[in-house]
């Protein structure tokens, strides 16, 4: 028999933390996330994320052993001002059993019906920020800091259960990331020119503060005409600063400016943390602090996080601009092997980027939503 209880206790939370570490222990693809960091993630007392949304834990039991867990999540923000009648659900972990994903995603369901909303979707977190989407291609990839890895059973359970895909994400990996194209360096010259614009470079992570409010703000600028994208808040910006300013190497940052000294497009690239991950399997101590500093100062492997263009500078070129630029701090930094982050599949704008470099898809993964109302 299956039971399914909602978690309130931290001991409770650090068992819906850890579960994954057991599920995938002998997986060499899954790459474990900080504890710690989702700890503070799901402490809706510390979390100021919850200050817009409201969540609900659970675990699933079977012969009293955790088998599963999820997260049940509103963004009122989403419902209420984007009028998005939807119930989020997130960290959706289980074993291959399928009355297991059940169980768990009924909660989703009874949630989503309490609250007269008219569809469920996930997995995702609580905003656009956070990871998203189960893994569909690619099982055979380490997934990066910031996206969920699942086995191939997770999409076959919720395609059974009446889920269809709903957002999909793509990611590429990039041939020769740092070749030096004269072609694109030309283009790039003219588009500077042609605009009167200025690259900004950085040396230190103090050098960088100024810009980061404006970059969130461009981000909201850029993607809010995607199917999944709700705004980001200030308070969630400063949220993001605290968590990811330790992970930013300042000399992998790109921002370029107007002549009037306005930020119209950045690029936030990091070294690959995934292998250091993995030999922090969830600690910084004792050892994990070291696998990540070394990872940040010599790596062969970059990832691309955020990037961001005025919509009023999109497709005039912007994009080369910023390529040139990752390209040189790639061949400085011995940068050898290049991976995106998740990008909207419909998102053909950020795709052009990578077109000089041979992009190959190697992961792909997606959402999935379920109408509420006949259920």
């Given at each position: 028999m299956i039971k399914v209880k909602e978690i309130k206790s931290k001991r409770e939370i650090l068992q819906f933390v850890k579960f994954p570490f057991s599920l995938y222990k002998d997986c060499k693809y899954w790459v474990p996330p900080l504890t710690n960091d989702e700890l503070e993630t799901l402490d809706k007392a510390n979390n100021p994320v919850f200050k817009n949304a409201e969540a609900t834990y659970y675990l699933a039991f079977k012969n009293k052993?955790?088998?599963?867990?999820?997260?049940?999540?509103i963004n009122h923000i989403e419902v209420k001002e984007q009028k998005k009648n939807k119930v989020r659900f997130g960290w959706l972990d289980m074993i291959d059993d399928i009355e297991v994903t059940k169980a768990l995603l009924q909660k989703v369901i009874e949630i989503g019906k309490l609250h007269k909303l008219e569809y469920a979707e996930g997995p995702v977190g609580f905003s656009n920020m956070e990871k998203a989407g189960i893994l569909t291609f690619g099982f055979e990839e380490l997934?990066?800091?910031?996206?969920w890895y699942q086995y191939p059973y997770y999409a076959e359970h919720l395609k059974k259960l009446g889920f269809q895909k709903q957002a999909t994400w793509v990611e590429f990996r990039l041939l020769n990331p740092s070749e030096h194209l004269p072609k694109v360096k030309r283009f790039s010259n003219l588009i500077k020119e042609k605009y009167n614009l200025e690259v900004v470079r950085f040396k230190k992570k103090k050098n960088i503060l100024p810009y980061v409010d404006d970059m969130f703000g461009l981000l909201n600028k850029t993607y809010n005409s995607l199917q999944t994208f709700v705004p980001i808040q200030q308070y969630q910006i400063d949220h993001y600063k605290d968590k990811y300013f330790n992970f930013i190497n300042p000399e992998y940052i790109t921002c370029i400016m107007d002549k009037n000294k306005k930020l119209i497009a950045f690029s936030i690239v990091m070294p690959s943390f995934s292998k250091a991950l993995k030999k922090a399997n969830g600690s910084l101590f004792p050892f994990g602090w070291y696998h990540l500093m070394k990872a940040q100062r010599k790596n062969d492997t970059a990832a691309f996080y955020l990037i961001g263009v005025d919509p009023e500078y999109q497709g005039k070129g912007i994009t080369a601009l910023i390529f040139d630029e990752v390209s040189a701090i790639f061949r400085?930094?011995?940068i050898t092997q290049?991976?995106?982050?998740?990008?909207?599949e419909e998102n053909v704008a950020v795709q052009q980027l990578w077109k000089h470099?041979?992009?190959?898809?190697?992961?792909?993964?997606?959402?999935?939503?379920?109408d509420l109302k006949n259920l």
């Open positions: 052993k955790i088998v599963g867990r999820i997260a049940v999540i997934n990066t800091m910031i996206t400085r930094k011995g290049t991976e995106t982050n998740p990008e909207l470099n041979s992009p190959v898809k190697h992961k792909e993964r997606s959402t999935f939503r379920i």
